[in-house]
């Protein structure tokens, strides 16, 4: 039984093996990515407290003055007072009715697709991750261009139009290996692959008595490269084999639609959110300020790692408040306020433990997915499981072609026994 289970595992790794390290390297290349990017570019979310912090209308207004023509949609305010404001914009100009309708468009087939997918929470971490790292999200809002203000002094300290070209390669070679819709079905097909190869490890691995356990459990270090190399692909196998089944298995989601609807037939639940309430449009009303979001939502929902405000698109739509709970169990954990833009009032709420079974389970893959669920050990175990799953395509290459070797020195042998 164990030669059947060898020849799955053999030829599933030879055909999903370049695909599976790459996304195994390219996972790992993520996992420290705000860490890395606040060690490249510090003052972009770092700054010496003061004794006051600046009203966000005045930030916007200096930030007009430096960047004149562009329009903020949001603005992403943290507790922690050494953190910068980040206010995401695009280049719209306000007058330019014809863009601002086309991009308006553009946008709401986007967010529609996304909804129809359910990966609002993957996407939003991808558009913004120009922006801020914090805890729940990586950046501003649905623009992409991010600037960071000293709240304090209101500074422009710097702004970001695009992803590091680094990790952006990186994410978009784990993701659709630079191919879109091609590459993302082939990452998905060989993703369901590794998960089979997985299981056949461990079948294979399985001991028969605690002799060969013990062996099975630790590297012989002191033997010889082949000894290592093999015990690398077993042993490091064994120990990263349900991390890897775990990162592997919340990756489906991202790479087919019928996994994703999946999770909401099996909990029996809508992947659709409930309509946002509306503001009622008063003649000659004005909308309220950013201060004024910022001082309703931090009497309604205090105690937030951040606040994000979205400005209204339409004239009827409400004031959005994204919040990061201090207490959330994990960075996908927020909850929506939401404000009349004219009045202030609250007019709804959706909080993270009201939504329903489904979507409560679906907003877990993603820190699953990267392992921050688990907080920094979490991530550390993500890191270092990825990178061993990039090797063992190596490891198992070396250890097929020694095991052919192997068995054609065998022949001769019993060739030239037989001649004999």
């Known amino acids: 039984m164990k030669n059947f289970f060898r020849s799955i595992h053999l030829y599933l790794s030879l055909a999903g093996g370049l695909v599976i390290g790459l996304v195994c390297f390219t996972g790992a290349a993520m996992v420290f990515e705000k860490e890395m990017m606040q060690a490249i570019y510090p003052d972009r979310y770092k700054v010496i407290p003061g004794t006051q912090r600046l009203p966000l ?25 050494n953190r910068t404001v980040e206010l995401s914009y695009s280049d719209e100009k306000p007058g330019n009715k014809e863009v601002g309708k086309g991009e308006h468009k553009a946008r709401e087939n986007k967010d529609q697709q996304a909804k129809a997918e359910g990966k609002e929470s993957h996407e939003k971490a991808v558009k913004g991750e120009k922006g801020g790292h914090g805890k729940g999200g990586k950046g501003g809002g649905r623009p992409g261009n991010v600037a960071f203000i000293n709240p304090y002094t209101g500074q422009l300290v710097a702004t970001s139009t695009q992803k590091n070209a680094f990790f952006r390669n990186m994410f978009e070679l784990h993701r659709w290996l630079l191919v879109q819709e091609p590459g993302k079905m082939i990452v998905g097909v060989s993703t369901v692959v590794f998960l089979f190869i997985l299981i056949t490890g461990i079948i294979l691995w ?12 630790t590297i012989k270090w002191n033997a010889g490269w082949k000894r290592i190399n093999h015990d690398w692909h077993i042993v490091i196998g064994f120990y990263t084999a349900i991390f890897l089944f775990v990162f592997a298995f919340t990756g489906l989601a991202w790479s087919f639609e019928w996994f994703n609807d999946g999770i909401y037939t099996i909990t029996n639940t809508n992947k659709e959110q409930p309509e946002p309430p509306q503001s ?23 105690s937030a790692e951040f606040y994000q405000f979205n400005r209204p698109r339409e004239a009827e739509d409400a004031f959005t408040v994204m919040v990061m709970p201090k207490d959330a169990a994990h960075e996908r954990a927020t909850s929506q306020l939401f404000l009349d833009q ?6 709804g709420q959706l909080l993270f433990q009201d939504k329903n079974l489904g979507q409560r389970v679906r907003s877990t893959f993603y820190p699953v997915h990267v392992g921050s669920i688990g907080g920094l050990p979490g991530r550390i175990i993500a890191f270092i499981s990825c990178l061993a799953g990039f090797t063992f395509p190596i490891t198992g290459v070396i250890l097929w072609i020694n095991r052919l070797r192997k068995n054609k020195k065998k022949k001769i042998k019993k060739a030239l026994a037989q001649a004999i």
């Open 57 to 81: 209308e005045q930030l916007l207004a200096n930030f007009n003055q430096a960047k004149p023509g562009v329009k903020v949609a949001g603005v992403k305010v943290y507790s922690d007072p």
């Open 206 to 217: 399985w001991p028969k008595n605690k002799k060969i356990l013990q062996q099975r459990l």
């Open 280 to 302: 009622q449009v008063k003649e000659s009303a004005q909308p309220i300020t950013f201060d004024q979001a910022y001082a309703t939502a931090q009497q309604q929902m205090p």
């Open 342 to 347: 004219y009045s202030g009032a609250k007019i």
